[in-house]
Each structure stands twice: as structure tokens, then as C-alpha cells.
């Protein structure tokens, strides 16, 4: 069986990534399972400047899922470079960078950088809804995306995939910019923007009122964006989501992804993205699939 992909002109051994923000930077799993097995590490939200995120409370539990209000906390890419990248580069999976910038000019200066350093790729995040400024401030419409993805295309030879927020309208002419203005491949779905209240404090349960839902809920919203895109554009998919096993994950692939991350699942049981990938391996094996590739976006629609 084959189950090599090549993402956005990035060599995986397997179409199973860890999505930004779900994984750090690999050190805590790497003491759990080996990250040689993974197909790649896709970083927590790095951006220019060291960045403190929102106050707490932060994350709560919800209903088949989890709200998070993080806003994107970091050490920035200085701190990034001289720690964390030497340690992920002792593993044989692909590294790519999550970018985060509240403007254009840093979206833009955070990539210079990020093109000096030896990752694989650079995954651009206009898709956070948990920062006042920046992210869904551009990933909400054809023009803002265009605009950004285009000027970061401009001082960045490597992959560049971009990330989508769900909470559009129109997922696939915001793909379509993605697709316009020059980039390699597109990621989605982000989190959909949800509150939860304490109905004792008569308060939301998040310092900052709203957060950012993940994990099993949101997968058929997920699921039926990846495949609308799918039809939209001709650049890759990466798709998220909810998944939690191999199931999941074939199901984004016949959708139309061509290869898959785990988010939320990663806090739920930490070994989620190994038991994926061998999840794969064993609805190849039941359907005596020789190349993972050939099942991208066969679903049969009705």
C-alpha cells in the first residue's frame, strides 16, 4: 500500500498533519509517540513579536467539542528559530510554520523570515476569531484574502497554504482568492466562532465572551466546506475538522481533501493522529486500495 502524498509540492509519508495550536511544538507528544510517523507538524501560530494571547479563562468544554479564546499566545519566530525549529527538525516529518499577524507589513516581514528558515512549508492564519485585530479582519472576504495571501506570496519562494475561517458565507470564493492570488493550497475549516454562558453567573464562560468551537461538532459543517471548495479550485486541500479517527479522516479525503489534520482530538487522547494514520491503513487494507491518492474526492453524491 502506498500512502505517500505529495501536499502543496510537500513530501508526507501519510496525509495525516497535526493542526496550529492543537500540538505546540511537538516536545510534550514527542515524549508519548514517535513523530516520525506522522506525515507533519503543523506549529502553533507563530508570529513576528512574542505574543501574551487573551486573558483567562480560556477554554472550556462543550457539547461533543471545545471552545477556545487563546488569541494566539506565542514566543514569536526569533524564539521559534533558535528552539523550537532545531528540535523538530530531528524528526523526518514535514515542518510547517503557522503565520499569524495583525497587518499586512507583519504578515508580510514574518514570512521574510520564515523563507530563511529550513521548513517545509508556511501555513498563513487569516482565520482566527479570537484576536481584535488582524486574521478574520482579512480571511473574511475575496479582497482581503487576495490582498494578503498575494503580498506574502510576494517574498515567499516556499509552500504557502492558507487557512480559512467558516464563519463566511461563501466558503468557496474565499478559497477561489486563496487559488487567485498565488498560493500552493488551502487549509479549512478554522474554528467556528460559539459561546457558552454560566447560567449562575449570568456571564459567557470565556474571559473573552466568545472562543473559537473545535472537535466532533463541527465536522459536518467541516465536511461539507471541504467539499464545496473541492469544486471550487484546483489548488490541494488540507482538511479539519473534528476528525478523531480513520473514519474521519477518509471521509474528508473523499470529500475532496487531500490530506487531513487533528485538532481537537489531540487533547482528548493523545495518541488520536497515530490511530488515525493506522486507521487509513486499515480501510486501505478492507478495500484493497493500493494508493491512498486514488480515493481523493471519489465521493458519489446522490
Request: glycine fraction near 10%; charged fraction near 20%; aromatic fraction near 6%.
Amino acid at each position: 500500500m502506498n500512502t505517500k502524498i505529495t501536499f502543496a509540492g510537500i513530501e508526507m509519508k501519510n496525509p495525516v498533519t497535526v493542526a496550529s495550536g492543537t500540538f505546540g511544538y511537538g516536545r510534550e507528544y514527542s515524549q508519548l509517540f514517535d513523530l516520525n510517523k506522522l506525515g507533519g507538524i503543523i506549529t502553533k501560530g507563530t508570529s513576528l513579536k512574542p505574543k501574551s494571547g487573551n486573558k483567562p479563562p480560556r477554554v472550556c468544554e462543550t457539547s461533543s467539542g471545545m471552545l477556545n479564546s487563546i488569541g494566539l499566545q506565542n514566543p514569536g519566530v526569533e524564539y521559534f528559530a533558535k528552539y523550537d525549529l532545531p528540535f523538530l527538525r530531528k524528526f523526518d516529518t514535514a515542518v510547517i510554520v503557522n503565520a499569524c499577524g495583525s497587518s499586512i507589513d507583519e504578515y508580510v516581514e514574518l514570512c521574510k523570515i520564515l523563507n530563511t528558515l529550513d521548513i517545509d512549508g508556511v501555513e498563513l492564519n487569516l482565520s482566527c476569531p479570537n484576536v481584535k485585530e488582524g486574521c478574520m479582519a482579512f480571511g473574511n472576504t475575496y479582497e482581503g484574502v487576495k490582498k494578503v495571501t498575494s503580498e506574502v506570496r510576494k517574498v515567499l519562494d516556499k509552500p504557502l497554504i492558507v487557512k480559512l475561517t467558516p464563519n463566511v458565507t461563501d466558503i468557496a470564493s474565499i478559497a477561489k482568492a486563496v487559488e487567485d492570488a498565488g498560493a500552493d493550497g488551502v487549509s479549512l475549516i478554522n474554528t467556528l466562532l460559539g459561546m457558552k454562558i454560566d447560567i449562575d453567573k449570568r456571564k459567557p464562560v470565556l474571559a473573552n465572551n466568545t472562543g473559537g468551537l473545535s472537535g466532533p461538532a463541527i465536522k459536518p459543517v467541516a465536511v461539507r466546506m471541504v467539499y464545496q471548495v473541492a469544486q471550487a479550485v484546483n489548488i490541494p486541500i488540507l482538511g479539519m475538522g473534528g476528525i478523531i479517527n480513520g473514519e474521519d479522516a477518509i471521509e474528508f479525503m473523499l470529500a475532496g481533501a487531500n490530506a487531513i489534520s487533528i485538532g481537537a482530538g489531540n487533547f482528548v487522547d493523545p495518541f488520536t493522529s497515530i490511530e488515525t494514520v493506522n486507521g487509513i491503513e486499515k480501510y486501505m487494507k478492507k478495500y484493497n486500495i493500493e494508493d491512498i491518492n486514488d480515493i481523493i474526492g471519489k465521493v458519489e453524491m446522490n
